[in-house]
C-alpha cells in the first residue's frame, strides 16, 4: 500500500477556501485516491474519490495532478463546522486482501 | 435505515476480562472492518472479513479475534483484555474492498484497567 503524508495541522478562518495536499510518491497505476473526515466521538465520513485530473462533489473537490504523486483536497468557503480531522488514502479497488491504511491525518482548525 | 451500529457504546473492563463488541450493517455489504483509534496514531486496521464465514488478519491483530458468521454482523472479541487494548474502536462496512467507500460506525470507548 502507498504511503501517505499529509500536513499535521492547519488553520483558517470561515469564508476562506483551504487545501490540504497530500504527498504518495509510490502510488501505484491502479490506486485510487480517498479522503475522509473525522469529527470528535464519530466514525471517520467519506468526502471524495478520485483516480486523476479533477473530481468535485457537492462539499470537495480532489485536484490530481498528471504524476499522480500529490493530490490536494479543496474545501470551498470554510465554516466552523469543518473542524475536523481530514485523512488522505491510497489504495487499489478490490484487490484480493487489500484494506486501507489510514494515517494520521491533518488537523484543520477553523475560526471566526 | 441505520447504516453501521456498534454495541456497547461504552466499556470499563478488568485486566483480564473478556468481551465482545457487536457491529451490525444493514447495508448489504460483503466486506466489514475493525479499527482501533488512539491518539496521534490514527486509525490502524485490526482484522477485516470480506464475505460472510471469512476473516483476516489487519495490522494491529494480536490480542483479538473474530467472526462473521451472518453477513450483517462482525463480531471483535478480546479474550484477556490488556490495559494496551484502551482505545476507542470503530466498525466499517464498503460493497467492495481496499478504495471503496467504507461506512464507519460511531464507535466504542473501551477502558481496560
Known sequence: LAKTTQPISMDSYEGQEVNITCSHNNIATNDYITWYQQFPSQGPRFIIQGYKTKVTNEVASLFIPADRKSSTLSLPRVSLSDTAVYYCLVGARNQAGTALIFGKGTTLSVSS | ?113
Open chain 2, 1 to 113: 435505515n441505520a447504516g453501521v451500529t456498534q454495541t456497547p457504546k461504552f466499556r470499563v473492563l478488568k485486566t483480564g476480562q473478556s468481551m465482545t463488541l457487536l457491529c451490525a450493517q444493514d447495508m448489504n455489504h460483503e466486506y466489514m472492518y475493525w479499527y482501533r483509534q488512539d491518539p496521534g496514531m490514527g486509525l490502524r486496521l485490526i482484522h477485516y472479513s470480506v464475505g460472510e464465514g471469512t476473516t483476516a488478519k489487519g495490522e494491529v491483530p494480536d490480542g483479538y479475534n473474530v467472526s462473521r458468521l451472518k453477513k450483517q454482523n462482525f463480531l471483535l472479541g478480546l479474550e484477556s483484555a490488556a490495559p494496551s487494548q484502551t482505545s476507542v474502536y470503530f466498525c466499517a462496512s464498503s460493497s467492495g474492498t481496499g478504495a471503496y467507500e467504507q461506512y464507519f460506525g460511531p464507535g466504542t470507548r473501551l477502558t481496560v484497567t
